[in-house]
């Protein structure tokens, strides 16, 4: 059985720096790419970044480039997202996602099988 439990949300003042992180169980973790999306109120769901089965490929929504951080553990089953600079518009729910098919990563939601629960993250003005 698949989870990917997230964790690490939280309030925190614009400006500010959170990390959020994802671990995984009921998957060989080490073969499948991952990515983080996020959703506020009132809008869909967007992509944030993305990390291929290797951590060799790394992919940043432009919302997000230079203030977000991706890696993964592969020896923890984890993921990590190292948000800096955060802003009122990154407050939204984090979701952790994994696929298998897009082993190189995915920038698109529809790529992954298994999702999280999400974790909330709300930056103050």
């Known amino acids: 059985q698949v989870q990917l439990v997230e964790s690490g949300g939280g309030l925190v003042q614009a400006g500010g720096s959170l990390r959020v992180s994802c671990a995984a169980s009921?998957?060989?973790?080490?073969?499948?790419?991952m990515g983080w999306f996020r959703q506020a109120p009132g809008k869909e769901r967007e992509f944030v970044a993305a990390?291929?089965?290797?951590?060799?490929?790394?992919y940043y929504a432009d919302s997000v480039k230079g203030r977000f951080t991706m890696s993964r553990d592969n020896a923890k089953n984890t993921v990590y997202l190292q948000m800096n600079s955060l802003k009122p518009e990154d407050t939204a729910i984090y979701y952790c996602?994994?696929?298998?098919?897009?082993?190189?990563?995915?920038?698109?939601?529809?790529?992954?099988?298994?999702w999280g629960r999400g974790t909330q993250v709300t930056v103050s003005s």
């Open positions: 996602a994994a696929t298998a098919t897009a082993p190189q990563g995915s920038t698109l939601s529809r790529s992954y099988d298994d």
């Open positions: 009921g998957i060989a973790f080490s073969r499948y790419a």
């Open positions: 990390i291929s089965w290797s951590g060799g490929n790394i």
